[in-house]
């Protein structure tokens, strides 16, 4: 069992940043893929970034690349969501994600992942 707890959400003005964080605890931290999805009301839950194992390789979706940086931290079981130029578009409860996922398949959906926060909110204002 992985256990997931995300932090950092809020509300925030058209271009403001906000930094999320997800503090893992529970099994080796260190095996597991990491992301983070959005869901906002009355859409379905959407992929919004990952990062490999050990932190070296990272992938976007279209909408935030460029503005959004994920990372992490194995020595303290953190991942982050640095989140810039934020838009309206952006507001959504934001789920911190862990999965054991082989390579060389989709790793942008959210099945693929087996373990979820419980969210947090985050709020564009325009």
């Known amino acids: 069992q992985v256990q997931l707890v995300e932090s950092g959400g809020g509300l925030v003005q058209a271009g403001g940043s906000l930094r999320l964080s997800c503090a893992a605890s529970g099994r080796t931290f260190s095996w597991y893929r990491m992301a983070w999805f959005r869901q906002a009301p009355g859409k379905e839950r959407e992929f919004v970034s990952t990062i490999t194992l050990s932190g070296g390789m990272t992938l976007y979706a279209d909408s935030v690349r460029g503005r959004f940086t994920i990372s992490r931290d194995n020595a303290n079981n953190m991942v982050y969501l640095q989140m810039n130029d934020l838009k309206p578009e952006d507001t959504a409860v934001y789920y911190c994600?862990?999965?054991?996922?082989?390579?060389?398949?989709?790793?942008?959906?959210?099945?693929?992942?087996?373990?979820w926060g419980q969210g947090t909110q985050v709020t564009v204002s325009s």
């Open positions: 994600a862990a999965g054991r996922i082989p390579s060389g398949v989709d790793v942008t959906t959210a099945p693929r992942y087996d373990y």
